[in-house]
């Protein structure tokens, strides 16, 4: 079966960094993206790796190591907007079917 | 570019009762993808359109279930005989084949809530 695992809840306070981490067990893998998903709102793309490395966008980076079969989003400069849910999704297959399994989601409170 | 929309945004029905919802991704996109989202989960892949070649069906989705894209085009997701446990939020993503590369961002619509009663 697939598995992506991360933490349930993570709190910090505004103007923090915070690191959400995601493990998988997929029998594919193509690619590590992550989504934010604001309650009641739809999940939108935040960041994507192919490779091993660091990829970053504005507050926002992302981290993969294959071998370890490990990423983590990184969020800097933290805001209130950021309260959110943030999901790992692996891209499973060969063939990029561009096919996400999602994990069951962390939900980031960013307190005043 | 006016994103992925869905129609009905919510959706009440009985138990017994078919259902059909309806997306309209974004209009230059050809792949089109079907998730169920239930309270405090990710979203699980239902069905994988390429143009409108369903290409992945999810063994989670039973007989009572069939999603069409007939023009390649918009697509509509049917749940015949709906059950309590088909209650969920019905996401419907779409993205651009990028030549040679990965297609993995994928354009979330809103949404179809489905309360089975």
């Known amino acids: 079966g697939q598995s992506l695992e991360q933490p349930s809840e993570v709190t910090a306070v505004e103007g923090a960094i915070v690191q959400i981490n995601c493990t998988y067990q997929?029998?594919?893998?193509?690619?590590l993206s992550w989504y934010q998903q604001h309650d009641g709102g739809a999940p939108t793309f935040l960041s994507y790796?192919?490779?091993?490395g660091l990829e970053e966008t504005g507050r926002f980076s992302s981290f993969l190591s294959r071998s370890d079969s490990y990423g983590y989003l990184l969020l800097q400069e933290l805001q209130m907007k950021d309260s959110a849910s943030y999901f790992c999704?692996?891209?499973?297959?060969?063939?990029?079917?561009?096919?996400?399994?999602f994990g069951q989601g962390t939900t980031l409170q960013v307190k005043p | 570019d006016t994103g992925v929309s869905q129609d009905p945004r919510h959706k009440i029905t009985k138990r017994g009762q078919n259902v059909t919802f309806r997306c309209d991704p974004i209009s230059e996109h050809n792949r089109l993808y079907w998730y169920r989202q239930t309270l405090g989960q990710g979203p699980e892949f239902l069905t994988y359109f390429q143009n409108e070649a369903q290409l992945e069906k999810s063994r989670l989705l039973s007989d009572r279930f069939s999603a069409e894209r007939p023009k390649g085009s918009f697509s509509t997701l049917e749940i015949q005989r709906t059950e309590q446990g088909d209650s969920a939020m019905y996401l419907c993503?779409?993205?651009?084949?990028?030549?040679?590369?990965?297609?993995?961002?994928?354009?979330f619509g809103p949404g179809t809530r489905l309360t089975v009663l």
């Open positions: 993503a779409s993205s651009p084949t990028i030549p040679g590369g990965p297609s993995d961002t994928q354009y």
């Open positions: 790796n192919g490779l091993d």
């Open positions: 997929t029998s594919g893998f193509y690619g």
């Open positions: 999704a692996v891209n499973l297959g060969s063939s990029n079917t561009g096919k996400l399994i």
